[in-house]
């Protein structure tokens, strides 16, 4: 299976215009016309910069998380560190260590990539890119801004899995970046 | 690690009014004033119905896939089938089904609840429910409307993990069904 082989012929764009700027991410809609030509619509996405999340791992493998209120569900939930990069082309990496250090005070050496998803091709634009570290260590206290109010938990990581099942942790993205590590590093479970 | 343990205290909700709606889901805005009582701010969020997934594999232990031109990424994106539940409370398990069946022409027997996941608890405030299916087999064609054009791979469950570490699989809401799949059934993998 290789996207080169694809038999779907994509759309043409025909314009695009913003309705909506919340300054966390824009509204659009964009008319497209189909690959017959037989067919025009508008489709509207959300358009954001790219979002960054780490799994980070203290010496004795436990999970830093960070549990906070959630206003799209309006209920707290439990999550891995991660926010928007910065507008400024923010590299994902340094990103990934900002919002570790900020929401937790726990700093990383060592990050690995696990690669990015789409959080929905059908109507975002961007991507969220995972990184994870280990050995990480407590340096410094919180730095939140006052929208934010972060209880940091350390949870061991073979309890991870239990806890996806049980709706513990339900936030899409985190569980995404979980299971792109224990595909790439099962054995991490067991030890 | 328990909810009930949380040391967040929730926001109380002022007001909230919708921006926009485009059909398929609404922008939203809502003011909230912290727990403290001393902050108020807009949250923005985008409504929506509920939406399904579903992971249905032949007797060949071959996933049902989907491939199509999505309009948030501007570029085909190989999925599992899913879409949005009807307005009307369809029931999920219901959804996964006629999901199936339009975009595939496959029919599911029995269907087991892989749970949901929140696609982004800090800007959304709907579900994805996703479901497994084993033994599904082909009944009729594929039962597309005219912004629909949508072509259906049979990829072997073993192959998953490698597509989604190469990226030929990055949908957030198709990866964290596989996750919840492989966490419950990790035997699938291999045989």
Redesign the interface.
């Known amino acids: ?3 080169s082989s ?6 043409q ?1 025909l314009g695009k215009q913003m ?2 700027d ?1 300054s ?2 824009q ?1 659009w ?2 008319r ?1 016309r ?2 017959s030509g037989h ?1 025009e ?1 508008d ?4 358009d954001a910069v790219n979002w960054v999340n780490v799994i980070a791992i203290t010496s004795e493998n436990e999970v830093v998380m960070v ?13 891995i560190p991660g926010g928007m990069l910065d507008a400024d082309h923010e590299d994902p990496e340094e990103g990934a260590r900002r919002e570790l250090l900020e929401e937790t005070g726990f700093a990383a050496q060592r990050m690995e990539s696990l ?11 961007n991507r ?1 890119y995972s990184y994870f570290s280990e050995n990480v260590t407590r340096v410094s206290s919180q730095q939140l801004d ?2 934010e ?3 940091v ?1 350390l ?1 061991p990581l073979a ?1 991870i ?1 239990g ?3 049980s ?2 942790i ?4 985190v ?2 970046a ?3 590590l ?3 590093r099962p054995e991490l479970l067991t030890r």
Chains 1, 2 share one sequence.
């Open positions: 299976m290789k996207k694809s038999q779907i012929s994509h759309w764009q309705l909506y919340t966390y991410f509204l809609s964009r497209m189909s690959p067919f619509s489709f509207f996405y959300i549990e906070q209120f959630r206003h799209g569900i309006q209920e707290t939930s439990l999550e690669g990015f998803i789409h959080p929905n091709p059908a109507i975002q634009s969220n006052i929208a109010d972060i209880a938990h949870i309890e899995p806890l996806i099942e709706h513990q339900t936030h899409a993205l569980v995404n979980f299971a792109r224990f595909i790439r």
